[in-house]
């Protein structure tokens, strides 16, 4: 028997379509092309199932940033952007087959050669001439000759099959860095930094240790990128994970989360050590010069924008991120090129 939808159904149907016929047309109207991309961004913002996509949209709004494919792009890589998991099974499993193969031979060699030294031990026991005693030595003789050349072989096939066990390890290796880390400043990347924050608030409320989060932004970086291009925008991003780098120990985590912000886990930090440590980091950074190493060009002077906040045991860590979040744009509104804190 075929039921009937329920109301509740029918009504989540409904409005999905509506969602789907708002993004289409969003789409349309701002003459963006229909990828999947694209449209999944402004699905997820007419859904709400990406909160972050939504306060986003809603800050480029206020601030009368029109939304095109550059916004969509950096936003997407952001929030929305899934790695592709690796895909090395089948390499995997040819090594693996491989190796089969070539224990198979062996043990079929051997085989071989323990049956003919059976009819061997056989042939000396009832041997009546010694015409009949050098056929079985020849016999004999030629199998031994033939394992060895054997084994010769197989020493070389494993050989070869341990080297490409260990290419496939290494190349592994290179694809799971690749997951977790930003390519082009070499801290870690938005996922990495999801992961440790679950391992970090884990052990935070084991043993009631402060727990501080700093999220930064380098200062009208978006002028930057237009008016020098991406390039030049690549190095600021690279000069700035590298004094993050400099400025604090291991203990602190430290990821680029997409576009020009980063983030900073400081697990054992107060907020005024925190805050302190950030803005030594804000300090150094303060107008530092960039310039073309060809011509000596100016292309601009480093600030950067930072909000801190401190881990409140017992409460949603999401509200500790959304805290510094408000504290840095805080930081933003209130001129820039200094530190701002959110209780």
């Known amino acids: ?37 694209n449209y999944e961004f402004w699905y997820s913002y007419y859904s709400k199932s990406s909160l972050d996509i939504v306060r986003e949209v809603e800050i480029l709004k206020c601030n009368n940033i029109s939304i095109g494919e550059v916004q969509i792009s950096e936003l997407w890589q952001k929030y929305l952007f899934q790695p592709e998991p690796l895909k090395y099974p089948e390499k995997a499993g040819e090594v693996l087959r491989k190796a089969a193969e070539i224990l198979s031979t062996m043990s079929i060699g ?9 009819i061997f031990g056989t042939v000396l026991d009832n041997a009546k001439t010694e015409e009949e005693l050098g056929v079985a030595a020849r016999v004999m003789a030629r199998e ?9 072989v197989i020493s070389s096939n494993l050989v070869t099959l341990s080297q490409e066990v260990e290419n496939l390890k290494s190349e592994v290796d290179r694809l799971k860095l690749c997951s977790t880390t930003d390519q082009l400043t070499g801290l870690a990347n938005r996922r990495s930094f999801d992961e440790k924050l679950l391992l970090i608030i884990e052990e935070t409320i084991k043993t009631k240790k402060p727990l ?31 004094t993050i780098q400099s400025t604090f ?85 209130s001129g820039r090129n200094r530190v701002c804190f959110s209780v």
């Not at 149907?13 to 289409?24: C, F, G, K």
């Not at 989060?213 to 978006?222: H, R, S």
């Not at 990128?225 to 590298?242: E, R, T, W």
């Not at 999401?318 to 408000?326: G, H, I, P, Q, V």
């Open 144 to 152: 031994a000759s033939s394992l060895m050349a054997e084994k010769h």
């Open 1 to 37: 028997m075929v039921q009937s939808p329920s109301h509740e159904t029918m009504s989540d149907a409904n409005h999905n379509y509506e969602r789907a016929e708002m993004t289409i047309a969003r789409l349309k109207s701002d003459k963006i092309e229909d990828t999947l991309r």
């Open 212 to 242: 501080s989060v700093a999220f930064i932004d380098i200062d009208n970086f978006k002028q930057v990128n237009d008016q020098y291009g991406h390039d030049v925008g690549d190095g600021f991003l690279k000069i700035v994970a590298s």
């Open 249 to 333: 120990s291991d203990s602190v985590f430290s990821a680029r989360n997409g576009g020009d912000e980063f983030a900073l886990l400081m697990p054992g930090f107060d907020n005024v050590t925190a805050v302190a440590m950030v803005d030594v980091l804000r300090g150094t950074m303060d107008n530092r010069e960039v310039r073309s190493k060809v011509t000596g060009q100016l292309y601009g002077k480093i600030t950067i924008s930072c909000g801190v906040s401190t881990y409140i045991h017992d409460e949603d860590i999401k509200r500790t991120l959304k805290r510094a979040d408000n504290a840095l744009y805080e930081a933003k509104r």
């Open 110 to 118: 051997e085989g071989r050669f323990s049956a003919a030294l059976a």
